[in-house]
């Protein structure tokens, strides 16, 4: 199994700053691709920021630009730094990872981000 614990979540004032970190433990040692998603209030989850296997990185549209995501292959940490967030960016983010040895894809607990109006 592999365990992923997002933190680094808060409130930030509009146009502040955050930055997220996913730790995995566990048997993480054949993580291939990682990213972070997002699931505001009633509404879908949807993708953030993917990381691949071969270190690219693909990033929704509304978040280039003001986002970047990295990661440490070495450790397998995800990081997401978050700039210029408005309110829209308001949701819970989870980190997701997907594993050679798996047929499933792991998820972490999430971590709040809010940007009040």
């Known amino acids: 199994q592999v365990q992923l614990v997002e933190s680094g979540g808060g409130l930030v004032q509009p146009g502040g700053s955050l930055r997220l970190s996913c730790t995995p433990s566990?048997?993480?040692?054949?993580?291939?691709?990682m990213g972070w998603y997002r699931q505001a209030a009633g509404q879908q989850r949807e993708l953030v920021a993917l990381?691949?296997?071969?270190?690219?990185?693909y990033y929704a549209d509304s978040v280039k630009g003001r986002f970047t995501a990295s990661r440490d292959f070495a450790k397998n940490i995800l990081y997401l730094q978050m700039n210029d967030l408005n309110p829209e960016d308001s949701a819970i983010y989870y980190c997701?990872?997907?594993?050679?040895?798996?047929?499933?894809?792991?998820w972490g607990q999430g971590t709040q981000v809010t940007v009040p109006s």
């Open positions: 566990g048997n993480y040692f054949g993580i291939g691709s």
């Open positions: 997701n990872a997907d594993h050679g040895d798996y047929g499933y894809d792991f």
């Open positions: 990381v691949a296997a071969g270190g690219n990185i």
